[in-house]
């Protein structure tokens, strides 16, 4: 029996039959279907899966037409704290744009959350005042809303993650109503000075990942400035593929945030004024590739099809079927990123 | 992981017409309408939007940036003023640049 390379969720090769990969294929989907209510995907769209999975090529592309836009969470973190090349930021972008072909980028500091940077944001608006000089690219603004920095001893209010367990449950939704309020405002904070520096576009990345009260700050957040800058681009990328219930009851216009998967997590990120969305959908690092990528493909479509802004499909490191690895393998990175604009009719990544 | 996700499915930044349809994109618009706006304010097909050689004499002669410099060649502000012109629209950071030079160009 032919086996075909694939991967596992942790990025580890195997080999399997394409009979195996089917199988995975429309399991991971099931999953997609009966805990996201998503529509499954069709005969074509499944057998066009099982053809990009089985390709013999070590990497692959999408077919001309196909093309999507391409941005970049935390870029400006890569190159120069990551891979610890030492370019300056401003550098950074700069190769981005004219060695590697980006769509656009993303200016951000190495402490990833809008808490920290409230400590710096003049000097953050001045790298981007040079960096708007010299790039011809959109370029962001990004970080991570990231609530749980709010709480003691980093921050003023009681730790819900400790008060749940001891079941103070009332006093765990208060300190997290408090600290949206904290996290609300230093997002509109930070945004303002971004977008008075003339940055091409705001990013709340992870949105919801301390749970329904880290998204509905993000939420708020840019619903003011959507409606403070109308020339700032307003893109909010998820943290799950549903926003976990720490509070449970809050709402974003009359819309209860808990539990919601990709398909209504758009339509809340509509409501706020943001441009676009980025769906995100974890990686089991336990099952196939084929698995976690068809279950993605599924949230994804569910989204793309009921959206009226443009769908930017995470696909990264542990996301949007990708394995879980640090340096992500390309055979599975490129077919991810080729079936998530093919079947997926994502408008970009 | 951006370079693989560029060269699989990316439109190719500023090497294309990249950088401009992503503009609109960021403005709302669907890759599909995104693509179209952008090939009408261009003058080309759609299909010309990816492709190098095509889009390499393009953004020369409307001088919008490219991604090998060449003398006297608009690029970063200048270039960008360019393309808000030529795409209609309001790009922030040239907006705060003229309000800088208290010019309306």
């Known amino acids: 029996m032919e086996k075909f390379f694939t991967r596992m969720g942790d990025g580890e090769g195997v080999w399997m039959s394409k009979e195996e990969i089917k199988n995975d294929i429309l399991a991971g989907m099931e999953d997609a279907v009966v805990k996201g209510k998503s529509q499954p995907m069709g005969q074509d769209e499944i057998e066009h899966l099982v053809d990009i999975l089985t390709m013999p090529q070590k990497n692959v592309s999408v077919e001309r037409g196909n093309e999507g836009v391409v941005t970049f969470d935390a870029g400006t973190l890569k190159l120069p704290v990551r891979c610890a090349i030492p370019v300056d930021r401003s550098t950074a972008l700069l190769i981005h744009e004219r060695v590697l072909c980006s769509d656009t980028m993303e200016l951000c500091n190495t402490d990833y959350s809008y808490k920290a940077i409230k400590n710096i944001v003049p000097e953050e608006a001045m790298a981007m005042e040079h960096a708007q000089m010299n790039c011809i690219m959109p370029i962001f603004y990004g970080a991570m809303p990231n609530m749980g920095q709010y709480t003691k001893p980093d921050g003023p209010v009681d730790n819900w993650a400790t008060l749940l367990p001891e079941g103070k449950i009332k006093e765990a939704m208060v300190a997290q109503e408090e600290a949206v309020e904290l996290c609300k405002n230093d997002m509109i904070f930070i945004g303002s000075a971004m977008a008075e520096a003339g940055t091409c576009g705001i990013q709340f990345d992870t949105s919801g990942a301390s749970g329904d009260a880290d998204a509905l700050a993000a939420l708020e957040a840019a619903k003011v400035l959507s409606r403070k800058y109308p020339n700032l681009s307003i893109t909010m990328g998820m943290a799950n593929e549903f926003h976990l219930g720490m509070h449970g009851k809050l709402k974003f216009e009359g819309e209860r945030i808990a539990g919601q998967y990709p398909a209504k997590q758009v339509k809340s990120v509509e409501a706020a004024g943001a441009h676009s969305f980025g769906a995100v959908i974890n990686t089991n690092s336990s099952k196939s590739f084929a698995w976690n990528l068809s279950r993605s493909l599924t949230y994804a479509k569910e989204a793309t099809r009921v959206a009226d802004i443009p769908v930017l499909v995470n696909v990264g490191m542990g996301v949007g079927g990708i394995p879980l690895t640090n340096t992500s393998p390309t055979d599975a990175t490129t077919r991810a990123a080729k079936a998530m604009l093919e079947i997926g009719k994502a408008d970009g990544l | ?105």
């Open chain 2, 1 to 105: 992981m951006a370079v693989m996700h560029e060269m699989a499915a990316g439109m190719g930044g500023i090497r294309t017409a990249g950088d401009l349809v992503a503009r609109m994109v960021m403005k709302g618009m669907k890759i599909s309408a995104a693509k179209e706006y952008v090939a009408n304010k261009l003058g080309c097909s759609v299909f010309d939007l990816s492709d190098s050689y095509k889009m390499k004499e393009i953004r020369e002669s409307l001088d919008i940036g490219t991604v090998l410099d060449r003398p006297h060649a608009s690029y970063g502000m200048a270039a960008k003023m360019r393309i808000a012109e030529l795409l209609d629209i309001k790009i922030p950071s040239v907006e705060l640049f003229k309000k800088k030079l208290g010019k309306s160009f």
